[in-house]
């Protein structure tokens, strides 16, 4: 049985700790002392750790070079603080077993909602499009894609980097840019909800998953190309084979090359209408909103977060409570 929770490590400092954790990321790396050891990042359904195991003994390397991410690991550690962030340093670490009876939940990090009951909600919104070159395109991609959007991270780290968490980032764009084009009547609902639909569909192929959610980092074309660049042969691709009309599918792959706005975060063009603008801010939002209730969960009332290095190394802030 698991008893303690990665969000909970920072409050038993200098303690030991024996329990089970994921692993999200493991390898063999040699330090400046030129050993080797095990570097090691563990987690749960509430977060992750970084660990070390700094004495390997002899043909203990080959054992632990066998733990892969997706493994549960029962793990003897101290818990320590290096650069004002939780490690743990592990003295013992194996693989678990049936004997174990361990429940799977305690260990994914998984969106708060179902997966069904967002992919229905996103399908439907498809589904009543007026555009029908619009509604087209996106029907075919959401269900030529939807075993994988089952369980797909937005993320191998950060923002959405969870079980379901592409559907969970796109739902909620979605009902935000619902509400967003009754304030704004310039805008093109279908063509706004298209670009919200198809922004991020590439992250399927950029990013390595296994079917928990968990990413163990970027497949080679991931690496080579990324999602924007993915994203718009997709496109291109498709347009072609729905006879998508020029002007449209142009503008589709603008939304998706653009939605990142800067080059240093991968859109080689700002946004040339007012659909991709909104777009890029839409999902902006949505991945600072994440990013702040997350940091924000296991902060006491009345505290401030540690400081977050992907919101410019912030500390938020928690009100007392009444």
Not at 7 to 20: C, G, H
Not at 138 to 149: A, F, G, P, Q, S
Not at 167 to 172: D, I, P, S, V
Not at 299 to 315: A, K, Q, V
Request: charged letters at 30%; aromatic letters at 10%.
């Amino acid at each position: 049985m698991k008893q303690y929770y990665a969000e909970d490590l920072k409050n038993r400092i200098d303690t030991e700790i024996t329990d089970f954790f994921m692993v999200k990321g493991a390898g063999i790396k040699v330090g400046s002392n030129k050993k080797q050891y095990f570097d090691v990042l563990l987690g749960d359904k509430t977060g992750e750790v970084n660990s070390k195991k700094w004495d390997i003994a002899e043909g203990e390397a080959e054992l632990l070079s066998q733990i892969k991410e997706g493994d549960i690991v029962k793990v003897r550690a101290q818990v320590t603080q290096w650069q004002s962030q939780t490690q743990l340093r592990i003295g013992r670490i194996r693989l678990s077993n049936e004997e174990d009876g361990l429940d799977f939940s305690d260990f994914i990090k998984a969106a708060p909602e179902k997966p069904e009951d967002m992919y229905r909600f996103i399908f439907r919104t498809a589904e009543e499009m007026a555009d029908e070159d619009l509604r087209a395109i996106c029907l075919k991609v959401l269900t030529d894609n939807r075993k994988k959007l089952f369980y797909y991270p937005a993320a191998s780290k950060n923002h959405h980097a969870e079980y379901a968490g592409l559907l969970y980032h796109t739902k909620r764009m979605l009902m935000t840019a619902v509400r967003v084009c009754e304030v704004y009547p310039i805008l093109d609902r279908d063509l706004v909800a298209a670009g919200v639909i198809l922004h991020d569909i590439e992250k399927i192929n950029e990013i390595e998953s296994n079917r928990y959610g968990v990413s163990p980092g970027y497949s080679f074309e991931g690496q080579m190309l990324g999602h924007i660049v993915q994203g718009v042969k997709y496109i291109d691709r498709l347009a072609a084979e729905l006879n998508t009309p020029r002007e449209k599918a142009i503008m589709l792959e603008h939304m998706i090359l653009s939605h990142h706005y800067e080059p240093e975060f991968g859109s080689p063009k700002k946004p040339l209408f007012p659909e991709a603008e909104v777009l890029h801010y839409l999902d902006i939002l949505d991945a600072r909103m994440f990013d702040m209730e997350e940091a924000l969960r296991g902060t006491e009332p009345g505290s401030f977060t540690d400081r977050i290095w992907i919101l410019d190394n912030r500390r938020l802030y928690k009100p007392a409570e009444e």
